[in-house]
């Protein structure tokens, strides 16, 4: 959400100085916006000075949070006098990954990242690319691809009742190693990889990302029409929608889809919509589990039928209770 809003804010900052002064701006804008959050650092903001594009450099910009900083050695945000609304971002090929005081080499080809702003709603954010390939950690492979793809949507009356902006999400992640993701301090849990997920998702927030807005917007609901997970052999499909309730807590429902029962538990159970108390009683209940319904009074796309070979398994979440099979095992998990 951060770059949201520095790419928001660079493009409001460009048209309301129209091209003449635009850069100084610009960067006075973009500075003042690092300024405001101790979370992100630069050496230096400057003008690009380009005929072609009209934009800043950053020197050295940097973000760090109590558990992960990530450092980059340049970066450059500009407009195209032929798309004045779409704020684009050119990265370096890598990045200083700091982690438990132990810093690593990010390596990549290739990223792309562009946003576009809706006229129509309020200047928010319309449209987000996100694309790298070859993804290395210290000189290993740590992903063959990432994309990711944002667009604007409808609330829709369907929606969480805090909900006031949606975005529709196109996922891709190809082989990444959860090794790496372990090096970086993000436990894997139980999921063996490498790890691939693709699908559409759909994300709830509680405000529109913007400028102005004191804090970045959290997500309190998300559905999916089927996320495909696949760890080594293993393959895994999400259907479902979960919203947080008035505590905080996860509601709604979510089908798992695989063809590997054991290897589904394992899964979820990492991923956490199951807890680790409740692997067990899956496993010993599981095929009379399989024949659970979904409950029809919960909002949420079409669950398909399970295919053949296939167990469809149902995580139901309801006044903060985690009910499997029509018995509730334990206290819903937060979102």
């Known amino acids: 959400m951060r770059g949201m809003v520095i ?13 003449l002064g635009a850069e100084t701006l610009a960067c006075n804008r973009v500075a003042a916006l690092i300024a405001q959050d101790p979370a992100l650092q630069a050496a230096s903001v400057s003008p690009l000075r380009d005929p072609r594009r009209i934009g800043v450099a950053l020197s050295e910009p940097s ?17 195209s006098p032929a798309s004045p609304l779409t704020a684009r971002l050119d990265l370096p090929d890598g990045a200083a990954v700091t982690q438990g ?9 290739a990223p792309v990242a ?23 950690l210290d000189g290993q492979p740590l992903a063959q691809g990432l994309s990711l793809q944002a667009r604007l949507a409808g609330l829709g009356s369907d929606a969480p009742r805090p909900a006031r902006a949606a975005y529709d999400l196109d996922l891709g992640l190809t082989d990444l190693q ?25 994300i709830w927030l509680d405000s529109t990302p913007t400028v102005t807005g004191d ?8 559905q999916t029409a089927g996320l ?3 760890a080594d052999t293993i393959g895994l499909r999400i259907v479902g929608r979960l919203s947080r309730d008035d505590q905080g807590l996860a509601e709604g429902q979510v089908a798992l889809y695989s063809a590997d029962a054991d290897a589904m538990i394992g899964m979820a159970t990492g991923l956490g919509l199951i807890p680790a108390q409740a692997a067990m009683l899956l496993r010993a209940g599981l095929s009379q589990l399989s024949r659970a319904e979904l409950d029809d009074t919960l909002p ?27 018995v509730p095992i334990g206290p819903a998990p937060a979102i």
């Open 228 to 230: 495909d997970l696949r």
């Open 7 to 19: 790419g928001t804010g660079l493009v409001l900052a460009l048209l309301a100085g129209g091209w």
């Open 178 to 202: 959860v090794g790496g993701l372990a090096q970086l301090g993000l436990d894997p849990g139980p999921i063996p990889g490498p790890l691939s997920v693709t699908g559409p998702l759909r």
């Open 63 to 79: 973000w760090s949070d109590p558990a992960l900083s990530i450092s980059l050695p340049w970066a450059r945000l500009f407009l």
């Open 101 to 109: 005081g132990q810093v690593r080499q990010l390596g990549l080809s």
């Open 114 to 136: 562009s946003m576009a702003l809706s006229p129509l709603n309020g200047m928010a954010p319309n449209r987000l690319d996100v694309q790298a390939r070859d993804l290395t």
């Open 300 to 326: 949420g796309p079409d669950f398909p039928a399970a295919a053949e070979g296939e167990l469809r398994v149902a995580v139901i979440m309801r006044d903060g209770q985690l009910i499997l099979g029509g």
């Open 215 to 222: 804090a970045a917007p959290q997500i309190v609901g998300w």
